[in-house]
């Protein structure tokens, strides 16, 4: 079943009686996923949680997260191939992704821009460091949807372009 994407305020973080935002955490190493899993729950997140691109895109299949943090580097599929993926796909390109790594080669930096990563945060790093950079996401998501919203309301507004 396809869920309906959140707009505007109906989209919100931490513990609140508002619709939860779903976040999809894709990464190899088990402690460092149950790790962010935990914490992003405590937080108030709905979050599903997979060890590979592969899974993800499976996943992807049955629940369409707000947003998607994924590790570069991991076995059957990476987070780059996967990300690409997403932004090539009608359905998904519009799902914010955060790309997590250990590793600092600049060719990384560059390649998370062209596949529309939207965050490039190296590992280490501490919860709440990813948690400001979800927020940020959760707030440039709330804007580029409220934006939509009023282009479908006002489609005049089109015609000054």
């Known amino acids: ?4 994407p959140m707009r505007g305020s109906q989209i919100e973080s931490g513990k ?6 779903r976040i999809m955490v894709v990464e190899d190493e ?4 149950e ?14 949680n997979v060890a590979n691109g592969f899974e993800a895109l499976l996943l992807l299949q049955y629940h369409k997260p707000h947003l998607i943090i994924t590790d570069i580097r991991m076995p059957k599929l990476g987070g780059l191939t996967m990300a690409e993926g997403l932004h090539n796909r009608l ?3 519009n799902i914010p992704v955060i790309l997590i790594t250990a590793y600092r080669e600049e060719n990384y930096f560059e390649r998370a821009q062209e596949v529309g ?4 945060l190296l590992k280490p790093f501490t919860l709440s460091e990813l ?12 804007e580029k949807n409220n934006e939509i919203d009023e282009l479908e309301k006002n489609p005049q507004s089109l015609d000054a372009f």
């Open 16 to 21: 609140s009686n508002r619709p939860k935002y």
């Open 35 to 48: 790790t962010i899993t935990r914490y992003l729950k405590k937080q108030g997140y709905q979050v599903w």
């Open 30 to 33: 088990d402690i460092l996923r």
């Open 91 to 93: 359905e998904t390109k």
């Open 1 to 4: 079943m396809q869920q309906k």
């Open 117 to 120: 990563a939207i965050y490039f």
């Open 131 to 142: 948690h400001e950079k979800i927020k940020s996401a959760i707030k440039r998501q709330e």
